[in-house]
């Protein structure tokens, strides 16, 4: 091990700062495309559904080429950090575009075109992103020290992001949207959103230490069951409670409960990433970085996909209506306000994606077999005989569809869910405790099987 494995904070941030700005963009897609489409644009949960799904398709399709072409190419600004800008920026710039309704009350049928055009040219776009970052962080550095540094560097600054964009977003769209005048902030939902991703700031710097102390699965086999104690739960109270007044805020204490134990439990998920390559290098003798972070982007995609399909399919089976405007908790459904708060945190994204590409030079040397030209034969014969890949491949799809499905129905459950019929409030409360509990459940039996 030598010195260039080591690296200086300002690297070490300028890395971070990478996810940071994804998750000022992506995670708002995740958390509130959905109410955004269903409750502002005024499209039907089932079509919201489909065009999810067929974002999935087209990225199932794109996710291998993207990874391809990245491994096989050797850009003068940098293998991987030239995709920060050449992708990063037009990334930023489609996440407004998502939440932009350029048809007003008028446009049927072309809401539904136009959202699910930008919707899948933004999700193509961060999966270049994606990729290649991924990959970055592998190219920066062999020390497994050093990488648990770095990962733990990347999910604070993400979770920081995560949670601007969890509670500040209904914040921004309620300001924007006259709740200064007439109407009040949406504090609960704010808060109930933010209390999602609080628990990064308290437990994630403690993360390499609870590593070495519980290892990898133990990590996970430890937090796990907390996550499921918190969606039991919040099941419960908003059953005999509802999610007013005082029970509001037993609600807001389980939902920290539940958020810490999915954010400690799936926090060290990506440090796994660079143990699968390293071990592929072991077996091949080439270090296919973009290859290996294309096959976990395939998969942790297809866990949010199902995480965003299932929500739509749920309100629509369930007969979900949009909240009536006079409820105090309701989210804005002026989408001026709605734009005019993705463009803020796609300016500030923008430029932490500046910062990164700044900083992030990369650092390992790719030898002649690593640029030769990739095919997607290559990545489906390192799905095949990567075990450990294709072990931790399940679990992103497990993990994520559950992270998924909780963070899409998030905005749901405190905007007025006492005025659903009991149905549809039976279906808010499944998509946040009881599905996100399934997947977690499942993804504690894929993890015991993982071995480097």
């Not at 007003?104 to 776009?125: D, H, N, P």
């Not at 080439?286 to 299932?310: C, D, Q, T």
């Amino acid at each position: 091990m030598g010195e260039v494995d080591k690296l200086c904070w300002k690297v070490r941030i300028g890395f971070g700062a990478g996810d940071f700005a994804q998750n000022l963009v992506y995670p708002a897609a995740a958390m509130y495309l959905l109410f955004f489409y269903t409750d502002v644009l005024g499209i039907a949960p089932s079509a919201a559904a489909a065009i999810f799904f067929a974002a999935q398709i087209v990225d199932f399709v794109w996710n291998p080429f993207a990874g391809a072409f990245i491994d096989s190419r050797s850009p003068r600004l940098g293998r991987y950090r030239t995709w920060l800008l050449a992708a990063g920026l037009p990334l930023t710039a489609l996440a407004v575009m998502c939440f932009w309704n350029p048809f007003g009350e008028s446009g049927g049928i072309l809401k539904t075109v136009y959202a699910a055009v930008t919707y899948i040219a933004f999700s193509m776009s961060f999966t270049l992103v994606n990729v290649a970052y991924g990959a970055l962080g592998a190219s920066l550095s062999r020390d497994t020290d050093e990488i648990t540094v770095l990962t733990a560097v990347r999910i604070f600054l993400a979770n920081a992001a995560c949670l601007a964009v969890a509670a500040g977003v209904p914040i921004l769209v309620g300001t924007f949207g006259g709740a200064l005048g007439d109407r009040a902030l949406p504090w609960r939902t704010a808060i109930f959103m933010g209390l999602g991703m609080l628990p990064s700031f308290l437990f994630l710097p403690l993360l390499p230490w609870l590593r070495r102390k519980l290892g990898t699965r133990g990590l996970f086999y430890a937090f796990a069951p907390v996550a499921v104690v918190g969606m039991a739960a919040l099941y419960i109270l908003s059953r005999t409670g509802g999610t007013r007044s005082v029970a509001s805020a037993w609600i807001h204490a389980a939902q920290f409960v539940k958020a810490t134990g999915i954010i400690v439990a799936t926090g060290y998920m990506w440090a796994l990433v660079p143990e699968v390559i390293g071990h592929s290098e072991r077996l091949t003798g080439r270090r296919l970085s973009a290859v290996v972070n294309s096959i976990m982007g395939i998969f942790f995609r297809l866990g949010m996909a199902v995480g965003k399909i299932l929500p739509g399919v749920v309100l629509a089976w369930t007969g979900y209506r949009a909240a009536a405007p006079e409820e105090s908790a309701s989210l804005s459904s002026d989408p001026r306000a709605w734009l005019a708060t993705m463009g803020v945190f796609a300016l500030v994204a923008a430029a932490a994606l500046v910062f990164s590409f700044s900083q992030t030079k990369e650092r390992i040397v790719s030898n002649a077999p690593d640029v030769s030209p990739v095919g997607i034969g290559e990545i489906w014969r390192e799905f095949c005989r990567n075990r450990p890949l294709r072990v931790l491949a399940l679990f992103f799809v497990l993990a994520f569809a559950m992270m998924s499905v909780g963070n899409a129905a998030g905005a749901y459950f405190m905007n007025g869910l006492e005025s659903q019929s009991p149905l549809a409030q039976e279906g808010v409360r499944w998509l946040v405790c009881v599905i996100p509990a399934i997947f977690i459940s499942a993804a504690a039996l894929v993890i015991s099987r993982y071995r480097v």
